[in-house]
């Protein structure tokens, strides 16, 4: 009868559990041992963010040194393509111009040609000066051209990039005998035949020129229509 059957089936029948060894107490074991306790999981979640925030770094790290080294490049594109400009046109001083004249007025810090650069059969007035408000270097043509200040005219820079403001132009000039006239007196503005352009920029954003840490470029160029 039934309570014979209970007998049969002992006490851990008797009170609604299952005995030790049985299939049901085995998936049991075996789902308990599966099973992750809380502080498993939050030693796995701090791992993984250690890991994360140790491979951001790399890779931030990585492109910030990407992003200064072609920031670098823009500023030497910058500043050679500034150089090449006045140099190119430097070199053409006397084109198409009266016997003789090449140099209108030459200082230190501004240096203005003349020269038929257009090849249009006339002979323009050019300067070459530092805009020191903006940090930027301006072309003056025609009647653009001022004795001192350097306040018009259009600004030689490359497109699409914002570059560092310039903090020094100087112009040496030299003349058949490799002697420096810059400071001589009185000056004869037709002896020149090789000017030196030298360029620096702001690359510490101190505001002023840093011989030792600002980025400095120079560029001597044969005057060709001498003699």
Not at 87 to 101: K, M
């Amino acid at each position: 009868d039934l309570r014979t059957r209970r007998d049969s089936q002992g006490p851990a029948m008797r009170k609604g559990r299952w005995p030790m060894g049985s299939p049901l107490t085995r998936n049991a074991d075996r789902r308990k041992e599966k099973a992750f306790t809380v502080l498993e999981v939050l030693i796995a979640l701090t791992l993984l963010g250690v890991v994360l925030i140790a491979t951001f770094s790399v890779f931030s790290s990585q492109f910030r040194a990407f992003m200064a080294g072609r920031k670098l490049a823009n500023e030497h594109q910058n500043a050679r393509l500034v150089l090449e400009w006045m140099g190119r046109r430097i070199r053409l001083a006397g084109l198409g111009a009266d016997t003789g004249i090449r140099f209108t007025k030459r200082t230190s810090d501004a240096v203005a040609i003349l020269a038929d650069v257009d090849r249009d059969g006339t002979a323009e007035e050019r300067r070459y000066c530092i805009d020191a408000g903006k940090g930027v270097v301006l072309e003056q043509i025609g009647s653009d051209v001022t004795d001192d200040s350097c306040e018009t005219g259009s600004p030689l820079t490359s497109r699409g990039i914002q570059p560092l403001r310039v903090v020094r132009l100087r112009f040496d000039y030299f003349n058949a005998n490799e002697v420096n006239v810059n400071e001589v007196s009185p000056q004869n503005l037709q002896d020149v035949t090789r000017v030196r352009i030298t360029l620096a920029l702001d690359s510490n954003r101190s505001g002023t020129y840093e011989a030792g840490s600002d980025l400095t470029f120079t560029m001597d160029v044969r005057v060709r229509n001498f003699g």
